[in-house]
């Protein structure tokens, strides 16, 4: 059996949709914080079990009987916090005897990166290593899905693309071709003790960002660097909470210092085609 934690979140269900026909529903186990969530998000046919990254309990009851766990990394910011979810799991995996444990990281993770995930991403990895379980470690790069945001709502009226990134590059790769990467590599073997980059090439910078973008919406697009001081000001004049614009601002400084672009042939050859390109993507939601 393999569990998916994370069941009803973005990548752990975009995993399961993708695992449900390549093996039996049931030998799926969804594990959630939230069975009513559950009910009316996941396939039918799968096994549901509650886990709470916080109980450490309620994970072990949730991992009898499976061989590998997936640990989708939990949305959580700070830090301490994060981390002993991420632990608790772990060592829940180990004790109800689970054989591999899959976690999907970050690209480049560093306990020095100025990108506020980085760290716990790093210090997981160690964690699993030091467990004596199997593993696989995905290190993911950022979503395409989350361009829409870092483009923002009032870009294409006003013909300019802020951003502290500087000319910092971005390997970019849809959410829902990853999890179906994940699905593919959990069907298959020889990828025990295993890390790999989930970041498919080209890079991109801004520049190509906002080249694209006024291609795909016919919209002229011009991309103005900016400074983290900026960048901040502008969004708590639209009151964002102060924890998202720390989280924005050392993505950027790390898009700037080159950790997102990590193009590699891996997630291809997991996908077992070509991944979305960044203009495909534009052009479905920018689309003329």
């Keep these: 059996m393999i569990a998916i934690t994370g069941a009803t979140g973005h990548l752990g269900l975009a995993t399961i949709q993708a695992l449900v026909g390549k093996i039996a529903p049931a030998e799926i186990v969804a594990v959630v914080r939230d069975p009513q969530k559950a009910a009316s998000t996941l396939p039918q046919g799968l096994t549901v079990r509650t886990g709470d990254y916080n109980e450490p309990a ?5 991992f009898q009987g499976v061989e590998t766990v997936v640990l989708i990394s939990t949305s959580e910011l700070e830090y ?42 790093f210090a997981t990895e160690e964690y699993l290593r030091a467990s004596g379980l199997a593993y696989t470690v995905l290190r993911n790069t950022l979503y395409l899905d989350i361009v829409p945001m870092l483009v923002g709502e009032g870009t294409l009226a006003s013909g300019k693309l802020y951003s502290s990134a500087g000319d910092g590059q971005v390997s970019y790769g849809l959410r829902a071709e990853m999890g179906e990467a994940l699905a593919n590599m959990l ?5 025990e003790n295993q890390v790999y980059d989930i970041a498919p090439g080209p890079a991109y910078s801004f520049q190509d960002l906002a080249a694209t973008l006024s291609e795909v919406s016919g919209q002229p697009v011009e991309y ?11 969004m708590r004049q639209h009151q964002v909470p102060e924890p998202f614009i720390n989280l924005l601002l050392g993505m950027n400084q790390a898009m700037k210092n080159g950790e997102f672009a990590t193009p590699s042939t891996t997630f291809e050859q997991l996908l077992g085609r070509k991944p979305t390109d960044l203009k495909t993507y534009l052009a479905s939601v920018y689309g003329k």
């Excluded at 309620?58 to 949730?62: N, Q």
């Excluded at 981390?83 to 772990?90: A, P, T």
């Design 58 to 62: 309620t994970l072990l009851a949730a």
């Design 80 to 121: 301490d916090l994060r981390m002993r979810q991420h632990q608790n799991m772990i060592d829940a995996a180990k004790q109800a005897g689970a054989r591999h444990v899959v976690y999907t990281s970050v690209v480049n993770p560093s306990p020095d990166s100025p990108f506020g995930a980085s760290p716990s991403h």
């Design 187 to 191: 069907t298959s073997k020889g990828h």
């Design 224 to 234: 103005v660097a900016a400074s983290g001081e900026d960048i901040a000001a502008s």
